[in-house]
């Protein structure tokens, strides 16, 4: 069976890039064959995953959540075998799926053979997410926090840009509508999920990534002034650290196959912790259309 090793060199702290040897020759021992390349960039990473997933490759990949999205990206339609091994510094992707963090755990996962169907999500019909569709200041945490911060300090990095950038959010109006379900007015976050982790957190703790659908989180800010932006705030962090499924007013909680989210032109959409689009957002759930090597 043919095999491809695709890596991210920066992601994490950079550690993956001495591991490559070792993990290449376990490669070998399960597959025989395997070509081993270090992507230039997401686009690179999606390019090779298409051309290797177009050819019925099994795709090992390293990397964080970001390199996990461009797999996905190449490989969907395809239904190419991924193999995960983590090496970012958040690895919700893994945390989702219960997969060891370790590179030996996730080879030793990858050599067991078993795989599944999981589900992803379609956005707009043309980009895709694997974990989380997301808007708000405190999204961008991902690649707004410099890479020498997370080469040092890793997670700790993210949560003290978290305290940051939940001071200097502002607030932006939509409108939604899952599950027969429609809600509307300002909020200070917006989270269309099908993991279980958002940044480590255990945002949406007991779903399934094999369900057909996507849970759906809106922080509400009501009315403006410093309350009303502490309140706010703190609906963030009740919903972030606590997952916070009964927020009351605040927490807004819709489940479906389906989301819909309109007026929200110039609002920044991040797909699994990359930047992705502007603007209103149709996002579905594509129930098994990636088969993941799982433990």
Not at 95 to 115: D, F
Not at 211 to 219: P, Q, W
Request: aromatic share 8%; charged share 25%; proline share 3%.
């Amino acid at each position: 069976m043919k095999c491809v090793f695709l890596y991210n060199p920066n992601s994490g702290r950079g550690k993956i890039g001495r591991q490559v040897g070792k993990i290449e020759g376990r490669l070998r021992e399960i597959f025989g064959e395997v070509a081993v390349f270090a992507a230039e960039s997401a686009e690179d990473m999606t390019a090779r995953a298409r051309f290797w997933a177009s050819r019925n490759a099994v795709i090992v990949f390293a990397g964080g959540d970001g390199t996990f999205n461009a797999v996905l990206a190449g490989a969907i339609g395809e239904n190419a075998a991924l193999g995960y091994i983590p090496a970012g510094t958040c690895n919700d992707a893994a945390r989702s799926l219960r997969l060891p963090r370790t590179v030996k755990g996730a080879l030793r996962t990858i050599a067991q053979g078993r795989t599944a169907q999981v589900d992803c999500m379609a956005i707009n019909e043309k980009r895709y997410a694997f974990c989380i569709v997301a808007a708000g200041s405190v999204t961008r945490l991902t690649y707004s926090t410099p890479q020498g911060g997370k080469r040092r300090l890793g997670w700790l990095a993210y949560a003290l840009g978290f305290l940051k950038n939940i001071v200097r959010g502002k607030p932006f109006y939509a409108e939604a509508e899952c599950g027969g379900k429609r809600v509307r007015g300002n909020f200070a976050l917006a989270l269309v999920m099908n993991g279980r982790r958002v940044a480590r957190m255990p945002v949406n703790r007991g779903a399934s990534m094999a369900d057909g659908v996507c849970e759906t989180a809106l922080v509400r800010q009501f009315g403006s002034g410093i309350a009303a932006d502490w309140g706010a705030r703190w609906g963030i962090v009740r919903l972030m650290l606590f997952g916070a499924k009964r927020g009351g007013k605040r927490i807004v909680r819709l489940r479906g196959d389906a989301v819909k989210v309109r007026k929200t032109h110039s609002v920044l959409w991040d797909f699994d912790g990359e930047p992705g689009e502007k603007g209103e957002i149709d996002v579905r759930v594509l129930p098994g259309a990636v088969k993941v090597f799982v433990s």
